[in-house]
């Protein structure tokens, strides 16, 4: 199903558990998904309505589920607390305010044993739909709905073509683009939703291009 304009800015859904529960455990599988490895450590800031019903509606449960890589229909969804304890990931949850963000958003902050951090700001808008608006404080836009790349790059002349090249000499088809940077020069992401489920040696064929640092695949949660 694909998501439209309506669907990323509409009507904010509180209460409902595929706004706070199945939207929640997939913001969580993609945070898991970009750290590329298993957490031990998870720092959850719950904004908005998340922050006002996180206890009710066990948004807490569902995000942990996903940093888990349990679905949102999972059973287990309910005990992911005590799984979380029980695989020694340490969880932290808390409130705060996030700027211009979507009033049901949580920025979880994942770290694994080697010292490796992934920062993941996503927003569930309804539905079970989600947006992942930023990557390590650098703006994006997945709705996990397709297959992604996020990669990773020095802001230089020439990188960008060269991925898009990779991707057309593949036959992928690009639905949706978006470029990041930190400043000119510096640290910058690249967000591409694409067509179809391309194979895993497209992302390393991508990740092996001059001035990527990173590539990882996303498929659909």
Not at 125 to 153: D, K, P, S
Not at 188 to 205: C, F, K, Q
Request: hydrophobic share 45%; net charge negative; aromatic share 2%.
């Amino acid at each position: 199903m694909a998501m439209n304009v309506f669907d990323i800015v509409g009507p904010v859904m509180v209460g409902p558990s595929s706004s706070h529960t199945a939207g929640a455990a997939r913001i969580g599988l993609v945070a898991r998904a970009l750290l590329g490895g298993e957490p031990v450590k998870a720092d959850i800031l719950l904004h908005g309505s998340f922050a006002k019903t996180w206890r009710g509606h066990g948004t807490d449960k569902a995000l942990v589920a996903g940093i888990l890589g349990l679905a949102p229909q999972d059973e287990r969804l309910r005990e992911s607390l005590t799984l979380a304890e029980a695989v020694g990931l340490a969880v932290t949850l808390r409130e705060g305010e996030l700027e211009n963000a979507h009033p049901n958003t949580a920025l979880v902050t994942l770290t694994d044993a080697d010292g490796r951090t992934v920062s993941v700001q996503g927003a569930s808008v309804g539905g079970g739909n989600i947006l992942i608006t930023r990557v390590n404080g650098m703006e994006v836009a997945v709705t996990g709905q397709y297959t992604a790349l996020i990669v990773l790059h020095r802001d230089a002349p020439g990188t960008i073509a060269a991925v898009t090249e990779e991707l057309g000499a593949h036959g992928v088809n690009i639905c949706s683009f978006r470029l990041s940077r930190s400043e000119k020069g510096g640290a910058a992401v690249m967000t591409i939703e694409m067509d179809g489920s391309p194979e895993a040696s497209l992302n390393d064929r991508v990740a092996g291009l001059p001035n990527v640092v990173s590539s990882t695949m996303l498929r659909p949660v």
